[in-house]
């Protein structure tokens, strides 16, 4: 489905992927537009701070970034994030439990 959507295989859209938010790291979103990235969260969309999650940001050149402020979203995207949240939660609290346990 992806080589028919995109014309690429699934290897090519994740290399594709990688070369994108590499170019944003590094020369920074275009004005005006912003990318999704894996960042410490600073209490934006309340997601509690210190906690590493997906936000919506702008990258000035050289890869300084900031959460954009301000997005409408629904209650779908609401309960997503929630459950994205909770997740995480949880994979931390096995992961710590692993590293105590050896």
Not at 24 to 37: A, H, I
Request: aromatic share 10%; glycine share 10%; net charge negative.
């Amino acid at each position: 489905a992806v080589i028919k959507a995109r014309g690429l295989s699934s290897a090519m859209s994740a290399a594709k992927a990688i070369g994108d938010h590499t170019r944003d790291w590094w020369f920074g979103t275009k004005e005006g537009e912003f990318t999704s990235m894996g960042v410490i969260s600073d209490g934006s969309y309340n997601i509690p701070a210190g906690i590493i999650y997906s936000f919506p940001v702008r990258i000035a050149p050289g890869g300084c970034w900031s959460i954009v402020q301000g997005l409408a979203q629904d209650d779908f995207a609401t309960e997503k994030m929630v459950a994205t949240y909770n997740e995480l939660k949880e994979e931390a609290t096995a992961a710590a439990e692993l590293a105590a346990a050896n």
